[in-house]
Structure formats: C-alpha cells, structure tokens
C-alpha cells in the first residue's frame, strides 16, 4: 500500500526546552547540524511520503523559511561556488510538497492532528512527532507502513520502556501476534509504574486510518485540558483494530534536554568526521570527572 500524506504536529510550546524556546520553536533547535524536524521530513520522504502537512502555531514561521527556497543564499553559494552546500540547501526544500496549517491553541496532540482533517481527506496517512529520531536502516514510518498493507488497520510504533518511561509515554495492553505486532487491547497516557499495563510504550510515529478523526471529535480532554492522541485511539479501537509494531532500529527521545544531549553525542559518534576526536575527548572527559 502506498502512503501519500503525513502529518507533523509542531505547534506546542516546548516548555521542557524553556529559555531556549522563547523565541524560536524546538523543532528547529538543531541535532549537530539539522533542525529536529528535518530528521522527521526526510524519514517521511524516504518512506515514499511526498506530501507534508506541518501543523504550526504563532511564533514558528522560520519553520516556513526552512523548507521554502532561499534565492539570495544560493546565489551567494553559487558565486562563492560552494556547490556542496548549495546543494544540500536546494534539497532540503525539494524534500516533499509542504503544507502548513495552524493551531491556533495548543489543545494537545490529538486536537493538532485533527487540524490535517481536511488536508488527509479519506485515505490512511503517517504521523510523526519530531520529538523523536529513529535511526532504522528501514525508515520506522515504512516499517509502520508495511504493517498497516499487511494488518488492515491503524498502526503504532512502541518500544520496551522502563518506570521512568511509564511516567512519560502512553502504555499499552496487548495481545501478541508476531515477534513485533501486537494487538492492542487498551491503552493509558502516563500510567506511571503502578497503574501501567506493560513495558510497552507509545513512541513517536503512527500510521493512522481516517477514522481516527472521528474518534478525535468524540474525544474529551484530559485533566489539562488537552485531547490526547491516546484516548482517541482508545475510542478507535471501539470500532476497528489497532495494531502496535516494535520497530528495528534506535531511538532517540529528543523531547527534554537529557534526551537531546544523549542524541547530539549518539548520532555525531555515528559521523566519520567526529567519531575518532570525539571518542577521545569524552574518554578524557570521563577520566577527569571521576
Ligand atoms: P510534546 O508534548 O512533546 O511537545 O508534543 P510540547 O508540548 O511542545 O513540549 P513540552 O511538553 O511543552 O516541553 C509532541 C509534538 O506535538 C506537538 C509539539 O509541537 C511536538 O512536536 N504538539 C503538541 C502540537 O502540535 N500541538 C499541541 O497542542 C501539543
């Protein structure tokens, strides 16, 4: 089956990121050398997805500037004939048709993805927070895409998580079908040790039936006042299967500084031109603080 669309809701506030994301979103707060969310845009584009709806909010048009073209900077590339650079410029705005619809309050997850309502129209489409990076040798959206041609049905990607991530992630409860897919029977947002189910927590990237937006509508909001994706998703489940897949690949949880310190260190460890340097400077790092 072939996904065409998918959805990143960028329009909240980033308050974990505060001073940081007075003044700029947190999805353009960089990993090395990329904004957060081009990570999210080019796993879509290599997953085949040529149509991207950003679910914005005020505050967060360099997100706009970002994937436009920019035709004083390449003509300033190309006289200094920087033609590696240029090059990397005019792709990251040939990355997938952009479209950006605004929030114009941040009433939670659910409440963003129900903006794309009219973009999706009535066929099945991907989500993905850039919160999150999935390194995957087979990009974890075509990995979730490859579940839902198989099962029929809306797909979520889960990981094995530990008592902190039961405080922080949504948990599921399941009947297992095959070493990855699982159905799902119920699930909590942020059940915390006692009250979760399992160790299997919600993660970042979904491929959602359009039913889903239909059960958003019907959806209350939490205590905070916020439609959380979860409890929709317990509410599609009423009607039709959902389905959960552990993705093969790594992750990184870029939503909080502890995360997004982990990830630079991980992802420039992967990178030829640090790895050797960066390697010795945190054994001698580590030397010297203990
Ligand atoms: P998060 O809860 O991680 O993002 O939502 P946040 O609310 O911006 O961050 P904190 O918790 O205050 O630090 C995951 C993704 O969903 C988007 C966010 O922009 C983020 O990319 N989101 C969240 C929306 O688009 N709208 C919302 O109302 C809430």
Do not use: W
């Amino acid at each position: 089956m072939n996904i065409r669309k998918a959805v990143i809701p960028a329009a909240g506030f980033g308050t974990r990121f505060l001073p940081a994301t007075k003044s700029q979103p947190k999805e353009m707060l960089s990993v090395i050398d990329k904004p957060l969310i081009q990570y999210s845009v080019e796993e879509a584009a290599r997953s085949g997805i040529g149509n991207i709806a950003i679910i914005t909010s005020r505050g967060k048009s360099s997100m706009e500037d970002y994937f436009d073209t920019s035709p004083e900077l390449e003509q300033f590339l190309e006289e200094k004939g920087k033609s590696d650079l240029l090059e990397e410029v005019k792709r990251i705005s040939s990355l997938a048709e952009f479209c950006y619809i605004r929030q114009k309050k941040a009433l939670g997850l659910g409440h963003a993805i129900l903006m794309a309502e009219k973009y999706i129209g009535q066929e099945p489409f991907a989500v993905l927070l850039p919160d999150d990076i999935f390194d995957c040798p087979t990009p974890c959206v075509k990995q979730l895409v490859d579940v839902y041609s198989e099962f029929k049905g809306s797909v979520i990607v889960l990981g094995r998580t530990d008592e902190e991530g039961t405080k922080k992630y949504g948990i599921i409860k399941a009947k297992q079908i095959s070493e990855r897919v699982f159905q799902v029977e119920d699930l909590v947002e942020k059940p915390g040790p006692e009250r979760a189910f399992s160790d299997l927590a919600v993660l970042g990237r979904y491929v959602f039936h359009p039913d889903i937006f239909e059960a958003i509508k019907k959806t209350a909001p939490d205590k905070k006042g916020e439609i959380q994706i979860t409890d929709a998703i317990k509410i599609l489940l009423e009607t039709q299967p959902v389905y959960g897949y552990i993705f093969k690949g790594t992750r990184y949880d870029c939503g909080d500084k502890r995360g997004f310190i982990e990830a630079t260190i991980a992802l420039a460890l992967n990178r030829p031109e640090f790895s050797r340097r960066l390697r010795e400077f945190l054994k001698k790092l580590m030397a010297h603080s203990s």
